[in-house]
């Protein structure tokens, strides 16, 4: 049994002083613990595969893409997509970011939309310290983040059906700040 688990014990039996119950409430969100994880990886993996095989060649209409999390909370909604850094740059979809601004322009017009873009290195969310970079789809739609579709700092690339964002024009934030964030908005939707 991990010492944080004994203490939340001891704190339940009054085994320990109120100084101590604070510290052990500080820590309680920094657990290492996911409060939601796919029970049955094989069956997760399987039906991502049924789904693949929905688009087959032949077909006029080809591609796809899904959105990373999506919460919903007395009408409100927070949305995140996760992209990967790859030279200090991410890619994402045109038609993905067209879906994403259309989304966001249409749930802000009955409710309450944060729709969030994080760009990650390889991280472990599970450490409250380690770091991401996001922007929210109001700083996109207010040019804050600029629209490249080819690399400023590669002249050999072309135009592609992508937009590449640089990790410099993106807001640094730990994984913690981020849950807070998360929570900031969910509380707003009370």
Same mark, same amino acid.
């Given at each position: 049994m991990t010492d944080e688990t004994v203490d939340l014990i001891d704190t339940f039996y009054e085994?320990?002083?109120?100084?101590?119950?604070?510290?052990?409430?500080?820590?309680?969100?920094?657990?290492?613990?996911?409060k939601y994880q796919i029970f049955d990886e094989s069956e997760f993996t399987r039906g991502r595969e049924v789904l693949g095989n929905l688009i087959v060649?032949?077909?006029?209409?080809?591609?796809? =893409? %899904? #959105?990373?999390?999506?919460?919903?909370?007395n009408g409100g909604f927070i949305i995140l997509e996760f992209k990967g850094f790859h030279n200090d740059k991410i890619n994402i979809a045109k038609g993905q970011m067209i879906a994403y601004e259309k989304l966001h322009e249409k749930l802000n017009q009955s409710a309450k939309c944060f729709l969030y873009v994080v760009g990650c290195d390889d991280i472990d969310f599970s450490n409250p310290d380690s770091t991401v970079w996001l922007f929210e789809m109001s700083q996109w739609k207010a040019g804050a983040?600029?629209?490249?579709? =080819? %690399? #400023?700092?590669?002249?050999?690339?072309?135009?592609?059906?992508?937009f590449i964002v640089y990790r410099e024009y993106m807001d640094e934030i730990t994984v913690e700040k981020l849950r807070e964030l998360l929570d900031t908005h969910w509380k707003k939707f009370d």
């Open positions: 085994k320990t002083t109120p100084s101590k119950i604070e510290q052990i409430s500080q820590n309680f969100r920094k657990s290492p613990r996911a060649h032949g077909m006029v209409a080809s591609g796809g =893409t %899904d #959105i990373d999390w999506l919460i919903e909370h983040i600029p629209k490249n579709t =080819t %690399d #400023i700092y590669d002249e050999q690339t072309n135009r592609q059906k992508k």
